[in-house]
Nanobody
Framework: QVQLVEYGGGFVQPGGSLRLGCVTA???????MAWYRHSPGGMRELVAL???????HYADSAKGRFAISRDNVKNEIYLEMNSLKPEDTAVYYC????????????????WGGGTQVTVSS
């Protein structure tokens, strides 16, 4: 099993910054990890991905403003968010996959419980 717990959400004004983190607990090797968000009344969307080796991918809406990173010793991932906009308001979820016996990501997604980010003046 994998347990994921997000932290760092809160209230911030437009143009401000916030840093999210995700603490993991597992006896297995973590593969690709990601941040997703689910806005009120909207769809769940991918915000950023990071591979085991540090390769990143960002949604167009996050590119240039957000930065995903990971600490493979602590088994934590982070999301630095800058120049925040009201449309960034959402519950942010940590996502993880495990490495299978062939060295590739398994197909099972694990999720944290989410942390609320509210951007408003």
């Amino acid at each position: 099993q994998v347990q994921l717990v997000e932290y760092g959400g809160g209230f911030v004004q437009p143009g401000g910054s916030l840093r999210l983190g995700c603490v993991t607990a597992t006896s297995f090797s973590l593969g690709t990890m990601a941040w997703y968000r689910h806005s009120p009344g909207g769809m769940r969307e991918l915000v950023a991905l990071i591979s085991r080796t540090g390769t990143t991918h960002y949604a167009d809406s996050a590119k240039g403003r957000f930065a995903i990173s990971r600490d493979n010793v602590k088994n934590e991932i982070y999301l630095e968010m800058n120049s925040l906009k009201p449309e960034d308001t959402a519950v942010y979820y940590c996502n993880a996959r495990l490495v299978d016996d062939s060295g590739s990501d398994d197909s099972t997604d694990y999720w944290g419980g989410g942390t609320q980010v509210t951007v408003s003046s």
